[in-house]
């Protein structure tokens, strides 16, 4: 290695760097037709195919998993437009880096050399340095390529995203990670030492990750293998990527409404895989049952009274018993409320009498229903004429509770499924009843 470093300003060319990088970096795309699995994008007819075909590029925001070739795609928007590359990060980045990085881009644009900017991570920039961007972009002092794995339209300000496309990458499919690897093994000159079946279980170890997928397939080129690998040999010998998933952004909240509409849509095999995909991921059991607590009410309701029950005696199992054990009376839960009939009849009463509630103010309920517990209260009417139910035939009165100058509301109305089924055959014979007794 001395030989690499003999030079006068002691840094290595790219050829020189090259042979002793990472196997990811050695295998960067050169040109926008290497990049694998966003054809959708850098294809003739895709937006920065059609950009760079025309020679005008736009400030672009790339959202797209780890892995999936953003700052790849970035330096060669730069190299097809001959743009100055500018790379930060808003990782180690601040206000005085980028007042330094708009200087120098001013600076070179006076000599007629344009920049393009690339920021990784720029959801990590907050408000004001966002904002920073502005002007300069609307001068066109820098094209902006910002890079994130975030849901931008939560991340990033709605100014800045006025002036800047938002650009998709997929996550790298099954095909596209295979490709990786042939290009791997083209450029190392050697084949990966594992079976077909192997070679299928190292792609979904990636989980969309080609940088993943790179660095697993370098420690296999380093290690003495003598014979192919089998899955259970290869998953000793590696470790498997974690799941992308952060409690508190976009994943998070995809996952959890995935999970309520598996859950609605009486999919009990979906609905175990979404609570799977959370639960491996490291989410707080407890939130999970607090949300099939509320589903129970929200969609099933009296359909099936059961559901509340079983949700909130899982809280209690899991409560008793913790995690690993405990998980399994969440899955029972999930499952149960899957394969319950569905009603959201008294999440849609709810909605309704809430909004009675607001619009009628204080309108007091009728005089034969208040409660007298004085001389005074008695004698001004309150309680009078009330009819006591039980010594009523068939337990029901078919008295008028609702205040003076409000229409009888129908909130509650029971679906024909379920429990409620029943519900619905007793609320129509009480109303049958009421007209009979009417005056």
Not at 47 to 66: H, N, Q
Not at 335 to 361: E, F, I
Request: hydrophobic letters at 40%; a negative charge.
């Amino acid at each position: 290695m001395q030989g690499l470093f003999d030079k006068e300003d002691g840094q290595l060319s790219e050829e020189e760097i090259r042979p002793v990088s990472p196997l990811a970096d050695r295998l960067r795309p050169r040109q926008l037709a290497d990049i694998v699995g966003q054809d959708h994008l850098v294809g003739t007819e895709g937006t920065i195919g059609r950009m760079v075909a025309a020679g005008r590029l736009s400030s672009i925001i790339l959202w797209g998993p780890p892995g999936t070739g953003k700052t790849s795609l970035a330096r060669l928007l730069a190299d097809q437009t001959e743009l100055h590359f500018k790379a930060i990060s808003a990782v180690f980045s601040g206000v005085a880096d980028l007042k330094k990085v708009f200087a120098e881009a001013e600076m070179r644009l006076q000599s007629g050399k344009a920049t393009l900017l690339f920021v990784d991570e720029i959801h990590r920039f907050n408000r004001s340095q966002q904002d920073s961007f502005l002007p300069y972009v609307e001068r066109g002092t820098v094209i902006l390529v910002g890079a994130t794995t975030e849901n931008p339209s939560f991340e990033l300000n709605a100014a800045l995203l006025s002036r800047a496309q938002v650009l998709i990458l997929n996550r790298l499919d099954a095909s596209a990670l295979a490709q990786l690897l042939e290009r791997a093994e083209k450029l190392e000159e050697k084949i990966l030492p594992l079976t077909d079946s192997a070679r299928e279980a190292l792609i979904a170890s990636a989980d969309g990750d080609g940088r993943f997928l790179l660095n697993q397939a370098e420690t296999l080129f380093s290690l003495e293998i003598d014979r192919p690998l089998d899955p259970p040999e290869l998953a000793k010998t590696l470790h498997r990527r974690m799941p992308v998933y952060d409690k508190d952004r976009e994943g998070h909240y995809n996952l959890i409404s995935a999970l309520h509409k598996a859950l609605r849509g009486s999919d009990p095999q979906a609905s175990l895989y979404y609570l799977a995909r959370m639960l491996v991921a490291g989410e707080e059991p407890l939130y999970l049952l607090r949300r099939i607590v509320r589903f129970a009410s929200e969609d099933i309701g009296l359909a099936d009274p059961q559901a509340l029950v079983q949700a909130l005696a899982a809280k209690d199992a899991y409560d008793f018993l913790g995690s690993p054990e405990g998980e399994l009376a969440i899955v029972q839960a999930c499952l149960y409320c899957a394969t319950a009939p569905k009603s959201n009849a008294a999440y849609k009463a709810q909605k309704m009498a809430w909004k009675s509630a607001r619009q009628t103010g204080s309108l007091m309920p009728p005089q034969n229903i208040l409660n007298a517990p004085t001389k005074l209260m008695k004698d001004i009417g309150y309680g009078q004429g009330y009819s006591y139910d039980h010594e009523n035939d068939d337990g029901f009165s078919g008295d008028n509770y609702w205040p003076e100058g409000m229409e009888l509301e129908h909130y509650y109305q029971p679906v024909d499924r379920g429990f409620e089924h029943k519900i619905r055959e007793r609320l129509a014979y009480w109303e049958k009843l009421r007209a009979e007794k009417a005056p």
